[in-house]
């Protein structure tokens, strides 16, 4: 059983303070990790590590820049959340390993990704857990832009014909008009109303952004809070079911 688990920025830092991790958080998500029997595949946001430097350097997901110093810094920045989060796995007897999309991934001048999923597979055939991370990456045409993890999800889940996709974030779920939370959202129009962005910094579209990357994929994904993660993890499916009716 192949699973692709993000781990939400806004769960694994504290979202209002520049550059920090909630250590607490990152801390229960490592151990329900470390718990799970499938084999995983981790992905994890900006939170305010990525998130703020796009801001400042004004790039998002459709804006470029190439300027290499605020590429940099916005990698960098990443970079050291990914540490934090590997080491977290790895403290933890997970074989957790960095995957850097910068390095690996791209996109065409019409916003198409291209994230190989070789390295991943080979490291997943080698008992390695692959963690990795929403980052900026080279546009033909753009310079560089921001590439969500919620799409990095979508996309390695299609290519490793992933069994289960878990997207765990602060909410218990994607919550209706009266802040409650919708079983199964299965088109973007029926729920459009209630989706909004993050309430902290996020150039990549919050909720709305992430529902419409999980309608995408043929496999049913589940969005849930850091409370339901280990219940994920163990076959459940706790929050939110977004599936695409085919
Ligand atoms: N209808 C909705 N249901 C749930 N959350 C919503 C909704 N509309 C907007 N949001 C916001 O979207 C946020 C979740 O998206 P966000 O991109 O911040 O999460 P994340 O993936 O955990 O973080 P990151 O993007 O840093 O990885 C929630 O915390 C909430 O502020
Ligand atoms: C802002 C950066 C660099 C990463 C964005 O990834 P996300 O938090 O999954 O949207």
């Known amino acids: 059983m192949t699973t692709v688990l993000k781990l939400g920025g806004s769960v694994v830092t504290a979202k209002d303070e520049p550059e920090t991790v909630d250590r607490e958080a990152l801390a229960d998500a490592a151990d329900a990790v470390a718990d799970a029997d499938d084999e995983l595949i ?6 305010s590590f990525g998130h703020p430097h796009a801001a400042a350097h004004a790039v ?4 470029g820049t190439h300027d290499a110093t605020g590429v940099r810094e916005i990698h960098d920045a990443m970079g050291e959340l990914n540490s934090a989060v590997v080491e977290a796995l790895q403290d933890r007897g ?18 198409t990704t291209t994230f190989p999923g070789e390295p991943i597979a080979t490291m997943l055939g080698e008992g390695f857990v692959p963690v990795t991370h929403g980052d900026v990456v080279a546009q033909a045409g753009a ?17 490793l014909d992933a069994n289960r996709v878990g997207v765990c974030s602060t909410v ?7 802040g409650r939370v919708i079983d199964r ?20 579209g919050g909720m709305a952004g992430k529902v419409r990357a999980l309608l995408e994929l043929g496999t049913p994904a589940s969005v ?4 339901e993660l280990g219940a994920f993890l163990s076959g459940d499916r706790p929050g939110t079911l977004v599936h695409r009716e085919q």
């Open 60 to 63: 998002s997901d459709t804006e």
């Open 94 to 111: 997970v074989s957790a390993l960095p995957v850097r999309p910068l390095s690996v991934a791209s996109r065409d001048d019409d916003g």
């Open 143 to 159: 310079g560089a832009t921001i590439l969500s993890g919620d799409e990095i999800v979508t996309r390695l889940a299609r290519q």
């Open 224 to 227: 849930f809070g850091p409370a």
């Open 42 to 47: 981790v992905v994890h946001g900006g939170g």
């Open 185 to 204: 959202i299965s088109d973007f129009e029926t729920v459009a109303s209630a989706l909004g962005d993050s309430e902290a910094t996020d150039v990549t």
């Open 172 to 178: 218990p779920g994607v919550l209706d008009d009266d």
